[in-house]
């Protein structure tokens, strides 16, 4: 597996804790480091990168979450998909180094694992929106 897919489904696991439990964001990467030693330092870095900046940004991040995903409420959704999507977004508004297409596409796959049988299109359906939309307006 690839050092950022890892580092994705690191995120996706603490974001979904903190989603769940309501904990800190610096309180679950620890507790969750503490249970995953043996981790490259560049899959740690930039699944932290992910978690810290979905933490600092999740209100504007849900705003477009929601504002883009027709017919959904963001509680409603499934936690596995809300947090996909958080950190996809995340991705898309504000790491300039990762393309676009790669993040959508590294979300897809990782909602068709760890998602329902819809989850693949569902994130690819939002993020496609805001890409087309929002990404383009903060670069």
Known sequence: MRKRTKSRECALKMLYAIDITGEDAKKAIDIFWQNHES??????????????????????????????????????MAVIDRNILRFATYELLFMEDVPPKVSINEA????????????????????????????????
């Open 39 to 76: 981790v490259e330092n560049q899959v740690e870095a930039f699944a932290d990168a992910l978690v810290i900046g979905v933490y600092k940004n999740r209100e504007r991040i849900d705003g477009l979450i929601s504002k883009h995903a027709t017919n959904w409420q963001l509680k409603r």
């Open 108 to 139: 897809i796959d990782i909602a068709k694992k760890y998602g329902d049988k819809d989850s693949g299109s569902f994130v690819n359906g939002i993020l496609d929106k805001i890409n087309k939309t929002e990404a383009k307006k903060t670069k």
